[in-house]
C-alpha cells in the first residue's frame, strides 16, 4: 500500500521560505515513470498544480510559480521536498503531495500552511 506523508511547519512569515516535505512508503521515490507531486488549495479555492520531481530527478513547476519553486529529493530516506521562497499570505492554503501516472492515484492528507503578514 503506498502512502504520502506531508510534514513541515504549519505557519511561515511572509518574506520567508516554506518547506515541506513528502515521505513516501510502499513504492520508491525513484521509479521512473512516476511523477511525484505537490499540489495546493487556497481557502476557498480549486486546487492549483506547483511542481513535480520525476523518477529521474527532473523537475517541472507551473510558469506561475516557477521563479519562486524548488522540488527535491532524498533518494536515501524516500522523501521529496518542496520549498517555496518569499511568500505571501497568498500562499496560504492546505499542500498536498501525490503520486501521478496518468492520474493523481495516491495522495497525502494535505497540510495547511498558513503565511503571516
Known amino acids: 500500500q503506498v502512502q504520502l506523508q506531508e510534514s513541515g511547519p504549519g505557519l511561515v512569515k511572509s518574506s520567508q521560505t516554506l518547506s515541506l516535505t513528502c515521505t513516501v512508503s510502499?513504492?520508491?521515490?525513484?521509479?521512473?515513470?512516476?511523477?511525484w507531486s505537490w499540489i495546493r488549495q487556497p481557502p476557498g479555492k480549486g486546487l492549483e498544480w506547483i511542481g513535480y520531481?520525476?523518477?529521474?530527478?527532473?523537475?517541472y513547476y507551473s510558469p506561475s510559480l516557477k521563479s519562486r519553486t524548488s522540488i527535491s529529493r532524498d533518494t536515501t530516506k524516500n522523501q521529496f521536498t518542496l520549498q517555496l521562497m518569499s511568500v505571501t499570505p497568498e500562499d496560504t492554503a492546505v499542500y498536498y503531495c501525490?503520486?501521478?501516472?496518468?492520474?493523481?492515484?495516491?495522495w497525502g492528507q494535505g497540510t495547511q500552511v498558513t503565511v503571516s503578514s
Open positions: 501525490a503520486r501521478w501516472f496518468y492520474i493523481y492515484d495516491y
Open positions: 510502499g513504492d520508491s521515490a525513484t521509479t521512473n515513470y512516476y511523477y
Open positions: 520531481i520525476t523518477g529521474s530527478g527532473s523537475t
